[in-house]
């Protein structure tokens, strides 16, 4: 399995702002995922972080709200911009090994962002 | 979109078998069944999947009916630690898009 880590584990930012949520994998993996849990509510898929190419966006998300970068295999940031307190979630990365017919997806322990 | 149904929460019994249910009457003959929980104020936990037969490993065992259109998560003696949301889901087995789609879970509580 994966391990992966996520800064910051967690931030209070004023409205208006932005902030930006870093990935970090021990190992390179094909696939990387952004997901937002809000308060008392299930997980939703954000975008697929594409490595070397512009991410893929799920309905209901635009990269100028979440801009995400993928620079190589083992990391990613997804940006929060012009925050305002709806964007109060659980941040969460996730990645994934292609190449097989089943496989699994690993989470990392997310960030927990608050905006007022 | 979550083509899962799952009842919105569960006890059981410290030390007793925790039997979590899931319809996906909608299944595809090539999609996989996977289970994650989520314990509280962690990220998913990847727990078992499968196709078609019933799997067993050092966490749990997932009984799939032969229709596919259902499948039970058995936790087989459950502690106070399994308490968390369980999360059912169905996927392609291709390896286009693997994204996985949560829908709504089962909050186990597992009680003294």
């Known amino acids: 399995s994966a391990v992966i880590s996520q800064k910051p584990s967690r931030d209070i930012c004023q409205r208006g702002t932005s902030l930006t949520i870093q990935c970090q994998v021990d190992?390179?993996?094909?696939?990387m995922f952004w997901y937002r849990q809000q308060p008392g509510q299930s997980l939703t898929l954000i975008a697929t972080?594409?490595?070397?190419?512009?991410?893929?966006?799920e309905s209901g998300f635009v990269i100028d709200k979440f801009p995400i970068s993928r620079p190589n295999l083992t990391f990613s940031t997804l940006t929060v911009s012009n925050m305002s307190p709806e964007d109060s979630s659980i941040y969460l990365c996730?990645?994934?090994?292609?190449?097989?017919?089943?496989?699994?997806?690993?989470f990392g322990p997310g960030t927990r962002l608050t905006v007022t | 979109d979550a083509k899962t149904t799952q009842p919105t929460s569960m006890d059981c019994a410290e030390g007793r078998a925790a039997n979590l249910p899931c319809n996906h009457s909608?299944?595809?003959?090539?999609?996989?069944v996977y289970w994650y929980r989520q314990i509280h104020s962690q990220g998913p936990q990847y727990i078992i999947h499968?196709?078609?037969n019933n799997e067993t490993n050092e966490m749990a065992s997932l009984i799939i009916t032969e229709d596919r259109k259902s499948s039970t998560l058995i936790l087989p003696h459950a502690t106070l630690r399994d308490t968390a949301v369980y999360y059912c889901?169905?996927?392609?087995?291709?390896?286009?898009?693997?994204?996985?789609?949560f829908g709504t879970g089962t909050s186990l509580t597992v009680i003294p």
């Open positions: 996730s990645v994934g090994y292609s190449g097989a017919s089943s496989y699994e997806q690993y």
């Open positions: 190992s390179q993996v094909t696939m």
């Open positions: 972080a594409n490595q070397g190419s512009e991410a893929t966006y």
């Open positions: 909608t299944i595809s003959g090539n999609e996989y």
């Open positions: 499968g196709l078609k």
């Open positions: 889901i169905v996927r392609p087995t291709s390896n286009t898009g693997n994204q996985f789609y």
